[in-house]
T-cell receptor, first 116, second 111 residues
Framework: GAVVSQHPSWVICKSGTSVKIECRSL??????MFWYRQFPKQSLMLMAT?????????EQGVEKDKFLINHASLTLSTLTVTSAHPEDSSFYIC????????????FGEGSWLTVV | DAKTTQPTSMDCAEGRAANLPCNHS???????VYWYRQIHSQGPQYIIH???NNETNEMASLIITEDRKSSTLILPHATLRDTAVYYC????????????FGKGTKLSVKP
């Protein structure tokens, strides 16, 4: 089946620095990708929709200046957490849809971010 | 908000069928029912999806009631590795694919 890959799988960064997470669709083109965040023992929360060649659409309550999303190509979206703080520590997951209307949405393996 | 209701948790004996229910009483005609599962510390894994008809693949079967207000995911022979949180999600067929997750069902398969 289709594969979505994230990198890095886990990262530790110092408070105040920025960290970038990549999401790639390996065998299909994804005009739209999605970024989620998941805190321990909670469900996935949609952060933003990443559109190739245009600005991302953010969900209510998600700071667009803090969570920068770039969708540079049909197979790559990046999430940059700027000026990270310990409360940003979380599991970040991306997804991508192959086609429209009833086609499957695939998820990446997730990226663990720890801010110290 | 999620458009589905699922039991918080369920237990199943290894080797037995696991039947996971989901209520989606407000589903509309062009909305699909998707099932995903998440094993601890991993990204969600696609299981199966359907619109009206029952569906079966190598992982599971999906039974959708005639009025489409509820469905059941069936894992025919549960193994210990099937222990996970199972999410039932309703998705508009014309949407981009932004899935809204509820709390899901924590399935524990026991020896």
């Amino acid at each position: 089946g289709a594969v979505v890959s994230q990198h890095p799988s886990w990262v530790i960064c110092k408070s105040g620095t920025s960290v970038k997470i990549e999401c790639r669709s390996l065998d299909f083109q994804a005009t739209t990708m999605f970024w989620y965040r998941q805190f321990p023992k909670q469900s996935l929360m949609l952060m933003a929709t990443s559109n190739e060649g245009s600005k991302a659409t953010y969900e209510q309550g998600v700071e667009k200046d803090k969570f920068l999303i770039n969708h540079a190509s049909l197979t790559l979206s990046t999430l940059t957490v700027t000026s990270a703080h310990p409360e940003d520590s979380s599991f970040y997951i991306c997804s991508a849809r192959r086609g429209r209307g009833g086609n499957t949405i695939y998820f990446g393996e997730g990226s663990w971010l720890t801010v110290v | 908000d999620a458009k589905t209701t699922q039991p918080t948790s369920m237990d199943c004996a290894e080797g037995r069928a696991a039947n996971l229910p989901c209520n989606h009483s407000t589903i509309s005609g062009n909305e699909y029912v998707y099932w995903y599962r998440q094993i601890h510390s991993q990204g969600p894994q696609y299981i199966i999806h359907g619109l009206k008809n029952n569906e079966t693949n190598e992982m599971a079967s999906l039974i959708i009631t005639e009025d489409r207000k509820s469905s059941t995911l069936i894992l025919p022979h549960a193994t210990l590795r099937d222990t996970a949180v199972y999410y039932c999600i309703v998705v508009d067929g014309g949407s981009q694919g932004n899935l809204i997750f509820g709390k899901g069902t924590k399935l524990s398969v026991k020896p």
